[in-house]
């Protein structure tokens, strides 16, 4: 097998950086149903205690927070436009924002 096919074998999904000193705090909001349908553009590595998916729902977008020990929780950040959360997305990716 080529290296290319095992590194596709390995690959679950992007790692969050770790967290910036001067980082934006997120108002994470308890899940509320507020769509019939949710499409997951974008996930974060499901081997982390602490999984982000970028989802969009009725012409909005949003983050998704999920944290797995003794249970599950999962928060939600306010519903705002595409491009709003892209920025959020990114800055989360890169530890500057949780």
């Known amino acids: 097998m080529s290296s290319t096919g095992r590194l596709a074998e390995t690959y679950h999904s992007v790692h969050v950086a770790p967290l910036q000193s001067h980082h934006e705090l997120v108002a994470w909001r308890t899940e509320a149903p507020r769509a019939d349908r949710v499409r997951v553009r974008e996930h974060t590595c499901p081997c982390r205690r602490i999984t982000y ?39 989360i990716l890169l530890g500057q924002a949780r």
């Open 53 to 91: 998916e970028f989802c969009l729902a009725g012409g909005l977008a949003f983050v998704r927070r999920t944290y797995r020990h003794d249970g599950v929780a999962v928060h939600e950040s306010a519903w705002m436009r595409t491009r709003e959360i892209e920025q959020l997305w990114l800055r």
